[in-house]
């Protein structure tokens, strides 16, 4: 126990040192009333200490992590971001990157209300995952954790975070919100074709082979959301219980701002 603890204080303390260079840009008013953005301090999360233990090659990537809380009541269901990297030269490079819960397998929120989630590039970890023994969301790539660790300067700004009940802060230049509504068509799309499917006693997998092979009229998005969808049910142990569950959770998040005004 002591050699981990002895690990843990050699590793965290260079690279708490060394976070301080990555810069938070200015977050939206609305954005800074409801959430907080900080730069990860292996000193001060220590709960996200865990994610780096399991993941060494993401070790390199905590200079450039941070932690988002949510400061509402309200699950937030989708977040855009985007890392500005610099290099010697001064030339900047945007490095774009979402995540959003709309119809996930475990159907959880991004982050739970007055919840915390560690953002790093290539990965979104919610505390939750911490709490229970393990980590979920994503490894960054080998090449992703080359670029990090060669620019001279990492600065990363909020571009738009989405509340459960379909509120969206930030100014929405990445198309989250159109990617989430993308889904939401794939996934009425879907249901409607497996049912016109069972009215006529056809098989259920069948059909979804059909849509995966048919270009929509919805555009090459639409038809990529179903292609998810679609290997969501396939890759399920239970195909019936995975196409109930996304029968029931087929719900329209309606977009808007503070005031009401729609997206």
């Not at 890392?83 to 397998?105: C, K, R």
């Not at 590039?121 to 911490?130: E, I, L, R, Y």
């Amino acid at each position: 126990m002591n050699r981990v603890l002895l690990c843990i204080l050699l590793v965290g303390l260079p690279l708490a040192l060394e976070a301080q260079h990555m810069k938070i840009n200015d977050l939206s008013p609305d954005i800074k009333e409801l959430v907080t953005v900080v730069p990860f301090d292996p000193g001060q999360h220590t709960s996200f200490n865990k994610f780096f233990l399991s993941v060494p090659a993401a070790v390199d990537l905590q200079s450039s992590t941070f932690v988002i809380a949510n400061q509402t009541d309200r699950a937030v269901v989708g977040l855009a971001i985007r890392w500005i990297l610099s290099d010697s030269a001064g030339n900047q490079e945007a490095v774009p990157w979402f995540t959003h819960s709309y119809l996930s397998a475990d159907v959880a929120p991004v982050i739970d209300p007055r919840g915390k989630m560690m953002v790093a590039p290539g990965s979104f970890v919610p505390d939750t995952s911490m709490k229970s023994g393990g980590f979920m969301g994503t490894v960054a790539t080998d090449r992703t954790v080359r670029k990090f660790k060669g620019a001279s300067g990492v600065s990363v700004e909020i571009d738009s975070v989405i509340f459960a009940d379909g509120e969206v802060l930030g100014p929405k230049s990445l198309p989250l919100v159109q990617q989430i509504k993308d889904r939401q068509l794939a996934a009425d799309l879907l249901v409607r074709h497996l049912n016109e499917t069972s009215l006529k006693g056809g098989n259920p997998r069948d059909a979804l082979q059909e849509m995966v092979a048919t270009p929509s009229a919805w555009g090459a998005s639409v038809d990529r959301e179903q292609r998810i969808l679609v290997r969501q049910l396939e890759s399920a142990r239970d195909f019936d219980s995975e196409l109930q569950a996304v029968k029931r959770l087929k719900k329209t998040l309606n977009f808007h701002r503070k005031d009401g005004s729609p997206l």
